[in-house]
């Protein structure tokens, strides 16, 4: 898909639409527009412009629709960029405070299926993107 007008350098973000995560304004250590245009030295976007969206998953939605622009979190969104559904039109990324759980009954913790997953899912987290 081809973006017009074309996303050359941060500040070209004040001509499009940015779409938001509820989430990433509630959260404490959860990039927004605002933390994320900073960082990238675009200080004349207006971070606040756009839709707000319940989810990430939603904003996702919504710039695989080309409605605007969305932050995404990588793992969510790595197959959509190696499918070119998705581009990512600048390097910066900042990190995310989130944190994902395994939970399970405490008697099963130490159940062979329980600790196969959980080293599974462990691994599939450390990979690189």
Not at 7 to 16: A, N, T
Not at 43 to 71: Q, T
């Amino acid at each position: 898909m081809v973006i017009t007008p074309p996303l050359k350098k941060p500040s070209d973000l004040k001509r499009h639409t940015l779409l938001h995560d509820e989430s990433s304004d509630r959260a404490e250590g959860v990039p927004n527009w605002a933390t994320w245009l900073k960082a990238a030295g675009a200080m004349h976007v207006d971070s606040r412009r756009g839709p707000v969206f319940g989810s990430i998953h939603l904003a996702i939605e919504a710039a695989l629709a080309g409605h605007g622009v969305a932050m995404g979190v990588e793992p969510l969104v790595e197959h959509d960029l190696r499918s070119g559904r998705l581009v990512r039109p600048f390097e910066l990324k900042l990190p995310n405070a989130f944190s994902f759980w395994v939970v399970c009954q405490r008697k099963r913790a130490h159940d062979p299926i329980i600790r196969k997953f959980r080293n599974w899912l462990s691994d599939e987290a450390d990979r690189e993107c």
